[in-house]
């Protein structure tokens, strides 16, 4: 179907058209109040500050481009990832929650969620003062009374509240994913200030660069769609069963993609690396000269871009297992096929299934966790190659990018089929 077509069909189908407009009316909401600014700030500083720091500005892109002009919802829905980095981790350790997110079905997940938005209230608060008065003490923001301080904690709190919800309506009544939609939409938000960033910088001298540069920003693109649509296919047959025209069995195969983590493990290794920073760059405020003096030698070893590098490289393959292994039991797999009466060809049903399951798991999830880890530092290794630094590939903005493009494609591609099947039911 050619893309015009497309679109055209979208737009005669009410209740995707109206889906479609919903999702981009929220995102001009969340746009517009991330344009306005909490009072006291030094903008020139404060964007100068997230230009010249990685970390942050990774932060800043999952805030939802919010950061960086300190507005009311200058956290995002960072508190909220936090919440869910937490809540996931206790499944593994706490029983019940494991219960909830497991076997309790609609009714667990309810709850799994609704303590998850409670734990993104206090996470808010604590990050927002982290960051406050990391801005403080670069003499980003102005000096603030004890009533200036608590205000902006609350309000920038209400802004993170307000981003769950907004998040959460988009989920219910529009197209993809809300919190991943919000991430989007800063991504977006900060293409026209990289290419006139770029157009104002633009030196002949440097043509092979910018060559070099587009180059590999199409290959990483094409690499990134390819891993994110990669799985392997585990062939699934099932018992035979009497029917009209004698005994049949009939045959499937069960997905495992290469990346089945999506960006879950960039989130939290970004997340793991900005508390010691934070906690560093407090304690650089608030402690003696001693401290003072240590907790800044200890920010600026792990803003360090060799070290900061290698930390999230490693954190991220980690986090990959880690999530991988969360959300997808071989053990679970394994034992609901045996109750369908389903089983791989050549392999014993139950603990034998599980074993190969899992050692497929391995094999494929490795692949995926180099190849995030990869995109992860992927800015750090363009940038040091080309020594172009008024653009940057941000190889985890372009994966997230990717996979919300792909996840509202299929999604509206699916409720196109749903239609064409209803219509050919209804003849």
């Known amino acids: 179907?050619?893309?015009?077509?497309?679109?055209?069909?979208?737009?005669?189908?009410?209740?995707?058209?109206?889906?479609?407009?919903?999702?981009?009316?929220?995102?001009?909401?969340?746009?517009?109040?991330?344009?306005?600014?909490?009072?006291?700030?030094?903008?020139?500083?404060?964007?100068?500050?997230?230009?010249?720091?990685?970390?942050?500005?990774?932060?800043?892109?999952?805030?939802?481009?919010?950061?960086?002009?300190?507005?009311?919802?200058?956290?995002?829905?960072?508190?909220?990832?936090?919440?869910?980095?937490?809540?996931?981790?206790?499944?593994?350790?706490?029983?019940?929650?494991?219960?909830?997110?497991?076997?309790?079905?609609?009714?667990?997940?309810?709850?799994?969620?609704?303590?998850?938005?409670?734990?993104?209230?206090?996470?808010?608060?604590?990050?927002?003062?982290?960051?406050?008065?990391?801005?403080?003490?670069?003499?980003?923001?102005?000096?603030?009374?004890?009533?200036?301080?608590?205000?902006?904690?609350?309000?920038?709190?209400?802004?993170?509240i307000f981003l769950m919800w907004l998040g959460e309506l988009i989920t219910e009544k529009g197209i993809g994913n809300g919190v991943s939609m919000i991430i989007f939409a800063g991504i977006i938000t900060g293409l026209p200030g990289s290419i006139k960033n770029l157009i104002a910088t633009w030196d002949s001298a440097q043509l092979f660069a910018y060559s070099a540069f587009a180059i590999v920003s199409i290959l990483v693109i094409a690499a990134v769609i390819f891993v994110t649509e990669g799985q392997r296919n585990i062939p699934v047959t099932y018992a035979r069963r009497i029917s009209g025209k004698g005994m049949v069995s009939s045959s499937s195969y069960l997905p495992l993609r290469v990346n089945q983590a999506g960006v879950i493990p960039i989130i939290f290794a970004m997340s793991i690396l900005l508390v010691p920073n934070m906690i560093a760059n407090v304690l650089g405020v608030v402690g003696s000269d001693k401290v003072k003096s240590m907790a800044m030698s200890f920010a600026a070893f792990i803003q360090d871009n060799w070290v900061h590098g290698i930390l999230y490289f490693i954190l991220v393959v980690a986090f990959t297992f880690f999530y991988t292994t969360v959300t997808f039991d071989p053990n679970k797999v394994s034992e609901n096929l045996q109750k369908q009466g389903g089983y791989i060809p050549g392999v014993r049903p139950g603990s034998s299934t599980a074993k190969y399951l899992q050692r497929i798991l391995n094999r494929i999830t490795l692949a995926g966790a180099l190849f995030l880890g990869l995109i992860a530092v992927l800015p750090y290794i363009v940038q040091g190659l080309t020594h172009i630094q008024t653009v940057s590939l941000g190889g985890t903005s372009l994966l997230i990018a990717v996979s919300v493009a792909l996840d509202v494609m299929k999604q509206i591609d699916s409720q196109l089929i749903m239609r064409d099947y209803e219509g050919f039911l209804r003849k």
């Open 1 to 160: 179907m050619k893309v015009y077509e497309k679109i055209k069909r979208i737009w005669k189908l009410s209740e995707l058209r109206y889906k479609i407009l919903f999702v981009f009316s929220m995102l001009v909401v969340f746009r517009a109040v991330a344009a306005i600014p909490v009072p006291g700030v030094n903008t020139s500083r404060l964007q100068s500050f997230f230009e010249n720091n990685q970390l942050f500005g990774m932060l800043n892109v999952f805030s939802g481009a919010g950061m960086d002009n300190f507005s009311l919802v200058m956290m995002g829905v960072g508190p909220y990832i936090t919440a869910s980095i937490v809540m996931q981790l206790m499944t593994v350790v706490i029983p019940a929650v494991e219960k909830w997110y497991r076997e309790e079905g609609e009714a667990g997940r309810k709850k799994f969620q609704q303590i998850t938005r409670v734990l993104a209230v206090p996470f808010s608060l604590i990050q927002s003062y982290g960051m406050i008065t990391l801005l403080k003490s670069q003499n980003v923001i102005n000096d603030l009374s004890g009533f200036e301080l608590t205000r902006t904690i609350i309000i920038i709190t209400a802004g993170t």
